[in-house]
Each structure stands twice: as C-alpha cells, then as structure tokens.
C-alpha cells in the first residue's frame, strides 16, 4: 500500500552485499583512524579508547571470519604466501615501533620483541584456518548438491 512490490533477484541481492560489505569497510576505517588520532594527535592514554579498540577488533575480525566461513571467497594462502605475509608484517610492526619507542632493551623482549614476532604469526594463522574451514564448508555443500 505504501511502498511498489519489489521484485529481489539474485543480482540485486549480490549487488546490496557488495555495497554493504563496502560500508563496513569504510566504518571501519574511519573508526580506525578516529583511535590513532586520539592517541597520536590529541594524546589520549591508551586505557581511554579501550572500548573504541574492542569495538573495532570485533568488527574486524568478525567480518573476516564471517566472510571466510560462511562466503567461502577470500583465498587461502600457500605456504609461500603465509611466509611473506609474515614477513612484510612484521617489518611494518618492527619499524613503526622502532621509529616510535626506538631500540628496546633485551630485558624487556617479552614486552617489545614477543608481540612484533609472534602478533603477525598468529593473525596469519587464525586467517589460514579460517579460510580453511571456509573452503571446506563450500565444498561439502557443492557434494551434497551433487548427490
């Protein structure tokens, strides 16, 4: 009565993910750098965006999650892949922090080197994973469509 019936196709449906998988990207990144400027510009302690950083950690890594395993789209990586992923992120890490806080002492390795090192290990891991577990999800669905 108020609205013109609407006919959604399978077009439309993917176009309407597309744009909104599109949206939270952007959210997320201005939500990341209202964080960084609010620590880095205004100088805010770290403790008082706590709940900007829970809430952006969620966003994000529940969207790539939810993306690997119920879309299946995102690629897993080889051996290779994973290996100069690693490495790439950890330069970026080691020299963002070295230019920031400078050489750190090696009494305090578990607060400096530990998170630069095994932090990119672990996040390609968990991806490797999930993307695994997404792959196999699609293709038991595509054998029981066969069947």
């Given at each position: 009565m108020f609205f013109h019936k609407m006919t959604i196709d399978e077009r439309t449906r993917s176009n309407t993910r597309y744009a909104a998988a599109i949206w939270l990207g952007v959210t997320q990144l201005l939500l990341a750098a209202v964080v960084f400027y609010r620590l880095?510009?205004?100088?805010?302690?770290?403790?008082?965006?706590?709940?900007?950083?829970?809430?952006?950690?969620?966003?994000?890594?529940?969207?790539?999650a939810l993306q690997l395993i119920l879309g299946g789209v995102m690629p897993r990586p080889t051996w290779r892949g994973a290996l100069v992923s690693y490495l790439v992120l950890t330069f970026l890490i080691v020299s963002v922090c070295l230019l920031i806080y400078g050489w750190p002492d090696a009494s305090r390795w578990t607060n400096t080197w530990l998170p630069a090192l095994l932090g990119p290990a672990l996040l390609i891991g968990a991806y490797a994973l999930v993307a695994y577990l997404g792959q196999r999800r699609i293709e038991r669905q595509i054998e029981k469509l066969d069947q």
């Open positions: 880095h510009v205004l100088g805010q302690a770290d403790e008082e965006l706590r709940d900007f950083q829970a809430v952006l950690a969620i966003s994000i890594f529940g969207n790539l």
